[in-house]
């Protein structure tokens, strides 16, 4: 990574120059460096996931403010909003069950997803 003296014409410069070029600031002063594009394959376990998600947002809008009051009110006490408790309780089941996920449970719930 290089170091960066007046990058721009200008004291300090953060955010994307292009497509590809990235400027930030950290504790040794600013920074360039190359960002390379990043590879979306899509295997059939990621669209399927994308589907069962997609699905979850469709019927979390269908719910009406009585039904989100009550999800709201449950995720409370898991330092969570509404949304994302029923995103979890959807996800586990309609993707097989599975409770912690590949990445395990955090603090907004559970992610799921597909094995690529």
């Known amino acids: 990574m290089a170091k960066a ?9 953060s955010g994307k120059f ?11 002063g600013q920074q360039v460096r190359f960002q390379r594009a990043q ?19 469709s019927a979390w ?4 403010d009585e039904e989100k009051g009550v999800y709201n009110s449950r995720a409370k006490d898991k330092h969570m909003t509404g949304y994302n408790l029923f995103m979890q309780e959807y996800l586990n089941e309609n993707a097989g069950g599975s409770s912690a996920g590949i990445y395990g449970q955090g603090l907004y719930g559970v992610a799921i997803f597909g094995n690529s």
Do not use: C, H, W
């Open 61 to 64: 809008k269908l719910l009406n």
């Open 5 to 13: 003296k007046s990058p721009l014409m200008s004291f300090e410069a």
């Open 39 to 57: 590879k979306d394959k899509d295997s059939e376990a990621r669209t399927a996931q994308r589907y069962i998600y997609t699905g979850g947002v």
């Open 18 to 28: 292009g497509e590809r070029l990235v400027f930030s600031k950290r504790k040794s």
